[in-house]
């Protein structure tokens, strides 16, 4: 008797064991397709793979067993509403890998218009899915991507190619130097010359091919950067090198002898160099440095000097104060460049400059820079600086009372009505 009872037990946990362990009904949608293999192949569900390794995701979503065709699946994959943003975009560069292989125009309009439409949002690009592609066959997505096809994106698109391909197989970007554009080609020049290639042994050789590209004006950046790699000769060698040149290498030895100005730490030596240039490039290198010195303010005011003592203050005028009010962030000796202005010509067209060389000062330390202005022999000088620190009283302080004080004491009768009349438009604005 006992022994049938347990019999009975052992048969009816048995048959509650098979009911729990019964397979499930696969949902012909979708969302059931791929919650079922979701499902599957958890590892909480102890089917996981015997050797651990992970299950791609186009698995785990039977993306495959989708829709008949890419499109249809990429359609599909698009219509699940379960899945997290990361796994969605995971999802889709598994998708797009496979496309891509099969027809690589497809899969890039697929990728281009979804990201369209996201990325601003999401901040994820889908364009690594080509990767693997791009760097085994650099000519198929550069076809793709060669002239608009793609609206905006299709620059986005061209510059990961540059990317992927300057990685992958760098001196091959030089054949497509002719079929790119400014901008491009600035990318491409970038990249070979970066850090990423800096002992590549064919280093010298990227140099020479894109030296040899046409002077216009669209290379001119090129130039620019290529400059930087010749800047380390000595200043003469840089000096006889453009006079031997011609071309896209006379522009290198010009960009060259620039980048020594903006990376030097000395006026004088600036000065100095400018006035060893021949005339017969002074034209270039001086408008060249005016446009490249960006954040050398000293080395700015030795350019201005030159211009100066040039004759050539007509011609730049406008530009000058300009250039060098925007490098006043970078002045690290705010006297410096005040004692400097005091040595511009006391004239009434280099009030602009003069002011703009004294206005960091004056800003910073307004009332050391007050001391420093009463010790400047009375004339030109000294009025412009009055000028400028009333306006500096008014608008970086709002101290009209130091403005009117500061007034007050200029003695030439034009530069006061100025600063009255700039006082005047101040109370009205």
């Not at 446009?291 to 203050?313: C, E, H, M, R, Y």
């Amino acid at each position: 008797m006992r022994t049938a009872i347990i019999s009975l037990i052992c048969l009816l946990a048995g048959a509650a064991l098979a009911w729990m362990v019964r397979p499930q009904p696969t949902s012909t949608s979708p969302q059931g397709t791929a919650e079922a293999g979701r499902t599957a192949q958890s590892p909480s569900s102890g089917t996981a793979r015997a050797d651990s390794r992970p299950v791609p995701l186009s698995e785990r979503l039977n993306i495959a067993k989708l829709a008949a065709t890419r499109s249809g699946q990429w359609n599909a994959l698009e219509a699940l509403t379960d899945l997290g943003l990361e796994e969605r975009h995971q999802a889709r560069l598994e998708l797009l890998r496979e496309w891509y292989e099969e027809d690589p125009a497809a899969a890039l309009r697929a990728a281009i218009d979804t990201m369209v439409t996201e990325q601003f949002f999401t901040g994820k690009s889908l364009l690594s899915a080509f990767d693997e592609g791009i760097a085994n066959d650099p000519e198929t997505f550069f076809n793709l991507v060669q002239g608009e096809s793609f609206g905006l994106m299709t620059g986005t698109a061209r510059l990961h190619w540059i990317q992927v391909v300057s990685q992958s197989q760098p001196g091959a970007l030089i054949a497509y130097l002719p079929q790119l554009g400014a901008f491009d080609t600035d990318m491409v020049a970038k990249k070979l010359l970066g850090p990423d290639h800096v002992n590549h042994p064919d280093r010298q050789a990227w140099i020479s091919d894109l030296a040899s590209l046409p002077d216009t004006p669209e290379n001119k950046r090129v130039f620019e950067q290529l400059g930087a790699e010749f800047a380390d000769q000595s200043f003469i060698d840089l000096i006889n090198g453009a006079k031997a040149s011609e071309g896209g290498l006379a522009k290198i030895y010009e960009s060259a002898i620039i980048a020594r100005f903006k990376s030097s730490n000395s006026r004088d030596q600036v000065f100095d160099q400018l006035q060893l240039v021949p005339p017969s490039m002074r034209s270039e290198v001086v408008d060249g440095a005016i446009k490249q010195i960006d954040n050398n303010p000293l080395a700015f005011t030795a350019l201005i000097d030159s211009v100066i003592q040039a004759g050539d203050w007509d011609r730049y005028h406008k530009e000058l104060p300009y250039r060098l009010h925007n490098q006043l962030v970078h002045a690290k000796d705010p006297i410096a460049l005040a004692t400097w202005a005091t040595t511009i010509p006391a004239q009434q067209r280099y009030e602009d400059i003069y002011r703009v060389g004294i206005r960091t000062y004056i800003h910073h330390s307004p009332d050391e820079a007050l001391e420093w202005i009463g010790d400047l022999p009375p004339g030109w000088h000294r009025d412009n600086s009055l000028s400028e620190f009333s306006l500096s009283s008014l608008h970086a302080r709002n101290n009209e009372k130091a403005a009117l004080d500061a007034i007050d004491r200029i003695q030439n009768p034009r530069i006061q009505k100025d600063a009255r009349s700039n006082h005047t438009r101040w109370q009205n604005r």
